[in-house]
């Protein structure tokens, strides 16, 4: 079994920073691509960014220039770096991971989420 642990979210100023951070665990060989996605109330999920082992990184259009994506292989996790957040960047993030574990099964596992939330 596989745990995604996601940290950093909270209430933060139209200008203002946060960082997030998601800690994989449990059985694990290897990660392939990880990434953040965010909901909104009434929207559908969208990417947010996403990196792969190799550190290419894919960010959403809306987040280009302001957020960035970073991963540390060895403690499994990825992190988010968000700068002149808007209030529009309210939303729940989700932390995603592609997982393969044994016998070459890759696996994709979901954050439970958090909240971030951005005042004007």
């Known amino acids: 079994q596989v745990q995604l642990v996601e940290s950093g979210g909270g209430l933060v100023q139209a200008g203002g920073s946060l960082r997030l951070s998601c800690a994989a665990s449990?059985?694990?060989?290897?990660?392939?691509?990880m990434g953040w996605y965010r909901q909104a109330p009434g929207k559908q999920r969208e990417l947010v960014a996403k990196?792969?082992?190799?550190?290419?990184?894919q960010y959403g259009d809306s987040v280009k220039g302001r957020f960035i994506i970073s991963r540390d292989n060895a403690k499994n996790t990825v992190y988010l770096q968000m700068d002149s957040l808007k209030p529009e960047d309210t939303a729940v993030y989700y932390c995603?991971?592609?997982?393969?574990?044994?016998?070459?099964?890759?696996?994709?596992?979901w954050g439970q989420g958090t909240q971030v939330t951005v005042s004007s």
């Open positions: 990196i792969n082992s190799g550190g290419t990184t």
């Open positions: 995603n991971a592609a997982i393969i574990q044994a016998m070459d099964i890759m696996i994709n596992y």
């Open positions: 449990g059985s694990i060989f290897r990660i392939n691509t």
